[in-house]
Nanobody, 117 residues
């Protein structure tokens, strides 16, 4: 059974840091590109960041470049998103996503991140 379980969400003050984790099971983690998406209240789902299967290439949405860092540990089947210099507009539910080249597409249940003073 495929599972993606996010953790690490919570309340953080503007300018603060938070680290999200996603633990994967039930599929060959090292064969999948991994992604983070987010959905703010009343808004559409938004892509945040991606990392390729071996972790050598990373990609970021413009508003998070220089503030967020995506990484993965294929030995531990874990994806992380280090979020620094948080802004109120970063408030959203953050989702972990796994995709491969042959149609595999898995989602976690999401974790709430709130940036507020």
């Amino acid at each position: 059974q495929v599972q993606l379980v996010e953790s690490g969400g919570g309340l953080v003050q503007p300018g603060g840091s938070l680290r999200l984790s996603c633990t994967a099971s039930g599929f060959t983690f090292s064969s999948y590109w991994m992604n983070w998406f987010r959905q703010a209240p009343g808004k559409r789902l938004e892509w945040v960041s991606s990392i390729n299967s071996d972790g050598n290439s990373t990609y970021y949405e413009d508003s998070v470049k220089g503030r967020f860092t995506i990484s993965r540990d294929n030995a531990k089947n874990t994806l992380t998103l280090q979020m620094n210099s948080r802004k109120p507009e970063d408030t959203a539910v953050y989702y972990c996503n796994a995709r491969d080249s042959v149609g595999g597409d898995y989602w976690g249940q999401g974790t709430q991140v709130t940036v507020s003073s």
